[in-house]
């Protein structure tokens, strides 16, 4: 048997850190995957998604343009978008193997199933190591009701856009990934209506900069219907006839489609791999149970990313992967972070700490600041000036709790309201640093400001 002092199932975000990392400590490594390396992030997740909301953003905006004079009538390619965004996914993916392979790691095909709590089996044979990551990450959850198939799409399937837009699209699901494929589409040409079963979409973020982001969908003329969800469909000639039902039940309705996409979530992969073998628990959802360490029920065993616990993101399980792969070469390494989401569209959502319901319940005394983007100069020469900054901080010690804000480039901003909570930055401290001017970033130490009543550029009240 080969015998390792690291082996990682998965190459995905978490499994791909998590091998680098033990191979820069000085462990000798073997990194296992089924499929592509860069795992549903790079291959049918993150990266393909942007691409497509990229350029689906540049139609949009030449369509915005008008208002400074630029006339343009796009044209759209698919064929060629759908070369450009393989382009983008290829060269991610080859960069993350020749990181792998200039690490050392070394890197075997195949699908890995435990035979025993240190012992491994991939086609055929069998690997051995002191320690195990788990990174098998996680795949679309299906809706009862909507079997995946030609009609009826999940996020992979929905990212050949090559392959056609369809005229009336429905979307399942309101959180990032319907959200992000719903308005490429919709920008792309198709008329879009997304179903929520919660009374909001985001239903885990901020309230108020959620119900924002709705809205401006809809002003851009997406459908969205919250507190609905969908009970069955028929295949009829003119198209998919899909029965909606409000969600406390009651009143019905029937709408007709040419596709639906199910984004209402996504289910941990752990099918086949053996962890009764290995004595590896997991929890009524299916997730591997891990603590603060990220080990297992299983000495020597751990298990990162998707697989391990939501948030199912990325920037999470790479993280989760460094603590895993520090710990499996002898280090103490804990997750005690602060996790950012994102969500890409146009305009975009972006959130990192405590909501205001969040905080109020942990017992802190609440107090907001908002500084919204109409009042920003910089969003006001990108003609984008929709949206808002809100700040959540403590009234007692000045202590920021959160930061949630909609509009242009919130995923960039939401960096600096991360790295404030990780240092225990005050409200305070936001405001008295000096931003430059004028950026976007200027909105993050107004809203901070307004929290004190104290902002410039907006009346205090
Ligand atoms: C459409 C879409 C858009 C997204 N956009 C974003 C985004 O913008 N930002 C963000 O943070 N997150 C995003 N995500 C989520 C993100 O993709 C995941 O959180 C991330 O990929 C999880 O990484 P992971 O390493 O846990 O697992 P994965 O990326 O799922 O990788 C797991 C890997 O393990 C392999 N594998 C599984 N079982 C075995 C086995 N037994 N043997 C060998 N190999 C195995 C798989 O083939 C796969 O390559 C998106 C997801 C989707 C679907």
Not at 15 to 43: D, P, S
Not at 273 to 294: H, T, Y
Not at 320 to 330: D, I, K
Request: aromatic share 6%; proline share 4%; net charge negative.
């Amino acid at each position: 048997m080969k015998t390792y002092d690291l082996i990682v199932i998965g190459t995905g975000p978490g499994g791909y850190h998590a091998a680098i990392r033990g191979a820069q400590l000085g462990l000798k490594v073997l990194a296992v995957e089924a499929a592509e390396v860069g795992g549903v992030c790079l291959n049918v997740g993150c990266i393909p998604t942007k691409a497509l909301l990229h350029a689906a953003e540049t139609v949009h905006h030449l369509k915005g343009a008008e208002g400074f004079g630029l006339k343009a009538k796009p044209e759209l390619d698919f064929n060629k978008l759908g070369a450009w965004r393989d382009g983008v996914v290829k060269k991610l993916t080859g960069g993350v193997a020749g990181l792998l392979k200039g690490n050392k790691v070394e890197l075997l095909r195949g699908f890995a199933r435990f035979r025993g709590p240190k012992e491994i089996e991939v086609n055929g044979e069998a690997y051995g190591a002191k320690s195990l990551i788990i990174a098998t990450g996680s795949e679309p959850m299906p809706l009862k009701g909507f079997p995946f198939g030609e009609d009826v799409w999940d996020s992979t399937r929905a990212l050949r856009v090559e392959e056609g837009i369809p005229k009336r699209l429905l979307v399942i699901g309101g959180g990032a990934v319907g959200l992000e494929l719903g308005q490429i589409y919709h920008r792309l040409g198709s008329e879009v209506t997304l179903i929520e079963y919660m009374p909001e979409i985001l239903p885990a973020g901020d309230k108020e900069t959620a119900a924002l982001l709705r809205k401006a969908l809809e002003k851009e003329g997406l459908k969205v219907r919250t507190g609905t969800k969908a009970v069955g469909y028929e295949k009829k000639q003119d198209g998919l006839h899909v029965l909606l039902e409000a969600a406390q039940g009651g009143s019905q309705e029937e709408i007709v489609v040419d596709k639906i996409l199910v984004a209402v979530g996504r289910r941990p992969r752990t099918e086949g791999l053996g962890l009764e073998k290995a004595g590896v628990k997991v929890d009524e959802r299916g997730f591997i149970q891990v603590n603060a360490r990220m080990e297992t029920s299983a000495p020597g065993v751990y298990a990162i990313g998707d697989v391990a616990r939501p948030p199912l993101l990325a920037h999470k399980a790479m993280k989760e992967g460094l603590v895993a792969a520090e710990n499996a070469a002898g280090k103490n390494a804990l997750f005690d972070f602060q996790v950012p989401s994102v969500v890409y569209t146009g305009p975009e959502w972006a959130g990192v700490g405590l909501t205001e319901e969040e905080a109020e319940k942990a017992g802190y005394k609440v107090k907001v600041g908002k500084f919204p983007f109409s009042a920003s100069g910089r969003a006001l020469t990108l003609g984008a000036a929709e949206g808002l900054i809100k700040v959540v901080g403590d009234e007692e010690t000045d202590l920021l709790l959160g930061v949630f804000m909609v509009g242009p480039q919130a995923g960039e901003l939401i960096a600096e309201a991360t790295l404030a909570l990780e240092m225990g930055a005050t409200v305070s401290d936001l405001g008295l640093t000096i931003h430059p001017h004028p950026t976007l970033s200027e909105g993050l130490m107004e809203a901070a400001e307004a929290l004190h009543k104290q902002a410039i550029h907006i009346l205090n009240r």
